[in-house]
């Protein structure tokens, strides 16, 4: 049997994909150091929000207080990044701070609005 990948082949090829997936992963990492901020803060505002959104969609969660709850509580998480890249971030351009405050006001604004009239 004549196999195009050898077992060495194949730990070529996996290592050569782990290379460009770590390339891509710690691309980002790399540029919240740049600005003097803390990668792990954006993990866990992210953990934190799919936890919140998981939440959503448990039975017991399911009235009306809690589902804007919910709401609310999202809505201040992903207030929190753009204010720590505001507030602490070095370097950044002032157009990207303030295109991250409008995509915040106007994607607070549809889900409140969504909420309440749908």
């Not at 803060?41 to 809690?66: S, Y």
């Amino acid at each position: 049997m004549d196999h195009a990948l050898t077992m060495g082949g194949w730990r070529t090829a996996a290592a050569g994909v782990w290379r460009a997936v770590w390339s891509l992963a710690s691309r980002p990492w790399a540029l919240a150091r740049r600005h003097e901020l803390n990668p792990w803060v954006f993990v866990a505002m992210a953990a934190l929000g799919h936890t919140i959104e998981a939440f959503v969609f448990l039975p017991c969660f399911q009235t009306d207080n809690w589902q804007l709850g919910f709401l609310i509580a999202l809505r201040l998480v992903a207030l929190v990044v753009p204010l720590y890249i505001f507030l602490k971030g070095r370097g950044i351009a002032v157009a990207f701070n303030v295109s991250v405050a409008v995509m915040f006001v106007v994607n607070t604004t549809w889900h409140v609005c969504y909420y309440l009239y749908v």
